[in-house]
């Protein structure tokens, strides 16, 4: 008896058939079958990394980052939650691609009435197999002050008691804020 070897690399998950057949040199065969069974492995996601990590309101920052997965027909979903309320950022991406990418304006710190504050971004990677994993990073949004652009009044004096208005003028970066 003699013996040879080969290998198999499944590139995804599920059940495969081998089946081998032996021929001599007389024309004589044998052969026989053998089901392997491969299950899934999730996907390994690295730490996200942002293009800023300390905004002011208004202002936006990139996520981006990259994941393993040995299951090479896989595709992927990244699903970014943002951490300031705002819909989620959902992502899909063909085999073979292992990164990501996606921009976010933060409209306001929050909760409001603070210098600043923390948001948490997590991401999950998830497979078309049902694999995932997450990891999360996070940024501080500060808060901007609002802006005097006017002050409109009497120009003189005014004989006691009168009342007047006065209207005042002012911009906020900070499109969620409110004023008093």
Request: zero cysteines; aromatic letters at 4%.
């Amino acid at each position: 008896g003699s013996a040879s070897s080969f290998s198999f690399t499944p590139n995804d998950n599920g059940s495969y058939v081998v089946s081998l057949t032996v021929t001599d040199d007389d024309g004589g065969t044998a052969s026989d079958g053998k089901t392997i069974t491969v299950t899934n492995i999730a996907p390994t996601a690295t730490t996200p990394t942002l293009t800023a990590n300390s905004i002011n309101e208004n202002g936006s920052t990139t996520v981006s980052g990259s994941f393993s997965d040995p299951g090479s027909a896989d595709t992927f979903t990244v699903v970014i939650n943002w951490g300031d309320g705002s819909a989620d950022t959902t992502l899909s991406l063909s085999a073979g691609a292992t990164t990501y990418s996606a921009t976010h304006q933060y409209l306001d710190d929050n909760p409001t009435g603070t210098a600043s504050d923390n948001n948490t971004i997590s991401v999950t990677v998830k497979d078309n197999d049902g694999g995932s994993d997450s990891d999360s990073t996070s940024i501080t949004v500060g808060n901007l002050a609002p802006v005097i652009t006017g002050v409109i009044g009497p120009t003189g004096p005014l004989a006691a008691p009168a009342a007047t208005a006065i209207t005042v003028s002012y911009t906020d970066v900070g499109t969620q804020d409110t004023h008093s």
